[in-house]
Each structure stands twice: as C-alpha cells, then as structure tokens.
C-alpha cells in the first residue's frame, strides 16, 4: 500500500505541475507592433526604439506578454500587406498594432490604396480574433490641405471598425520638439521614443487589462 500511495503522489504532483505550466503557457499574450521606421528605431539602437522599450516595461512588471516586432524601415501599407499574413500566422497575436501609412503619403500615393491595404491589414486581424490598435500620422502642411485632410480622414474612419483603437497621432509631443527629433526631422531619437511609448501606453494598457481580465476569469465576456 504504501507504494501505491507514493506513487498516486508522484502522478498527482506530476499532473499539477503540467496544469500549472499550460496555465501559463495559455495566459500568454502577444502583441505584433507591424509598422515602419517609426516603430523600426531608425537610426538609434534597436534597445532604444519605442517597442523595445515597452517589451522591457512588460517584463519589468512580470507580465507573461510577448512582443514581436516586424516593423521595417521605409514599408509601405502595399508592401506591409504582401508580408503580413505570414507574419500574422506566425505571431498569433492578441493586439496587432497597425503602424502604416506614413510612407503612402510621404510618397504621395493613391490614398483608395493605402486605404484599402489599411483595411484588408485590419480584417486579417480580426480574422484571428486579434484587437488593433491603429497608428494615425499627420502629413507635412506643404502637401496641401486636401490631400492632407483626405490621409487623416482614413485613419478616423477606419476607427469606426469594431476592436479598433486609434492613436490619432503616433508622434504627438514628440514631432513639434526639435530636442525629440533626429537632424532629418522626421525620425525620433532616444528621448523622442519614450514619448512615444507613453503615448502608445495610453491605449495599450486598457486593452491589455480587459484582456488580461477575461483570461484569469472566463466568465468576463465579449470584447470592445
């Protein structure tokens, strides 16, 4: 008998431990920043870069959350959208944080493209059942007030779609401060990123909480 007792010990213990360990692994979540040299740490160190920043903020707090980041410098929505599902599939994310565009119109783009690119990024998304959270930029004034109403104008209506969040302006506080931005004034630097960080904080967060919230207690419903 006391053999058997051992041994049912050794098994109970045993399959409390793997309990416990596909708990975590289950409560797991990932967030896929997919963007552009805004979201890339362009011309600073990678550890530097707004992402990175927050992938250590997360791991500080202990939270069991991964960050991927598949932002390229100088991406474009139409060549984000050729790589995305692949990156989609192989992030599974829980928030995908959209941040494209910017080179649409820097570029001067059809804007019907670099809406409907934006679109169809989002509906991949949702398709897994990830949340987005939608970066907006603002064009340079000298691109004419049409054009740069009409870029703007995609970002809000996009906002309208269900599980979708938008940061109105991604660089707010950080591109009218000459002190945030490199000599090109258009990238960040160092200190320029923790702005960003901030900023994108201040969307992330209530997301991460109510997704946090129904994973330890499944009968919290549904999703904003």
């Known amino acids: 008998m006391p053999i058997y007792r ?4 050794i098994v109970l213990a045993f399959a409390s431990l793997l309990i416990a360990s596909q708990s975590v692994i289950a409560a797991e979540k990932n967030i ?17 870069g707004w992402v990175a920043l927050l992938e250590q903020q997360l791991q500080s707090e202990n ?8 932002s390229i410098s100088g991406e474009t929505s139409s060549g984000g959208l050729v790589r995305f599902q692949s990156q989609i599939d192989k992030a599974m994310p829980d928030i995908v944080i959209l941040e ?3 080179n649409d119109g820097l570029r001067g783009f059809n804007l019907d493209t670099t809406r409907n690119n934006l679109t169809e990024m989002i509906r991949i998304s949702h ?4 949340s987005v959270i939608l970066a907006g930029i ?9 054009y740069t109403q009409k870029f703007d104008q995609i970002f809000v209506d996009l906002a309208k779609l269900d599980k979708v969040s938008l940061i109105p302006f991604i660089l707010e506080g950080v591109a009218t401060v000459p002190e945030l931005m490199q000599k090109d004034r258009l990238h960040p630097n160092e200190q320029g990123q923790e702005v960003i960080l901030k900023t994108v ?5 209530p997301i991460l909480e109510q997704l946090t919230a129904n994973t330890a207690d499944p009968k919290i419903g549904g999703s904003q």
Do not use: Q, W
Not at 6 to 9: D, G, K, L, Q, V
Not at 138 to 146: A, E, I, V
């Open 201 to 205: 904080n201040k969307y992330l967060m």
């Open 63 to 70: 939270k069991n959350i991964r960050v991927v980041n598949a």
């Open 138 to 146: 603002h064009m340079p004034p000298n691109y004419g007030r049409t």
């Open 32 to 48: 896929l920043v997919f963007g552009d040299s805004l979201s890339a740490a362009y011309n600073i160190p990678t550890e530097k």
């Open 6 to 9: 051992n041994f049912f010990c």
């Open 100 to 102: 494209l565009g910017a």
């Open 127 to 130: 398709d897994i059942g990830a």
